[in-house]
């Protein structure tokens, strides 16, 4: 039986989506072509058909998980968002929260293509992001600042253990020290 293109391209956009959440669950080394395509309801034997190769799959999903953020966080309040991220309830669901803590030491270690996919969503985040300084220099700096202190805390937090004090310590120090270094207006 033939399959449409329209199909295809559902059958495809379903991998995509299903492996951005896998790989932030387990990372790229922590699940294989045959669970993935299992996850999605197909055999593995069928992957080629839609990928060259599992780094091609990893840069599709990197950018569909990197688009997901950029797009919920359009128009967020910052205070409000930096509450959420760095919690408790974003650390404990890495499926469905942010390709960047959940994958950029992954993306360290692999082919230019998906570090540049990386590199094109961190910069889709930053300017998704409004935090006014005194020049674009300042206030570029302050965006990468809280980014990379955001992402950290939550990359700190999950490598110590569940119920770890330290783990949920490190949450409400960064919290708490990013929260003091927004503006007045938006630290609400």
């Known amino acids: ?21 896998l790989f932030r669950e387990h990372g790229y080394d922590g699940i ?27 840069a599709e999903a990197a950018v569909h998980g990197l688009a997901q953020s950029a797009e919920e966080s359009q128009g967020i309040d910052l ?9 408790r309830e974003h650390r404990d669901g890495p499926g469905q929260g942010c390709t960047l803590a959940a994958l950029c030491a ?15 969503g961190i910069e889709r985040q930053l300017g998704a992001t409004e935090l006014d300084g005194d020049s674009e220099r300042e206030e570029r700096a302050r965006k990468i600042n809280t980014m990379a202190h955001a992402v950290g805390a939550i ?12 783990a949920q310590e490190i949450l409400d120090l960064c919290r708490e020290q990013i929260l003091a270094t927004l503006p007045p207006a938006v630290a609400k």
């Open 1 to 21: 039986m033939k399959v449409s293109k329209a199909q295809v391209q559902a059958n495809r956009a379903h991998i995509v989506e299903t492996a951005s959440k």
């Open 32 to 58: 294989g072509i045959a669970d993935l395509m299992g996850a999605a309801g197909f055999t593995h034997g069928g992957f080629y058909k839609h990928f060259g190769s599992k780094a091609d799959l990893m």
């Open 79 to 87: 205070a409000a968002f930096v509450k959420y991220y760095v919690s």
């Open 106 to 120: 992954d993306a360290s270690r692999q082919p230019a293509f998906v570090k540049e996919t990386f590199a094109a």
């Open 155 to 166: 990359v700190l937090s999950r490598a110590c253990p569940d119920d770890s004090a330290l």
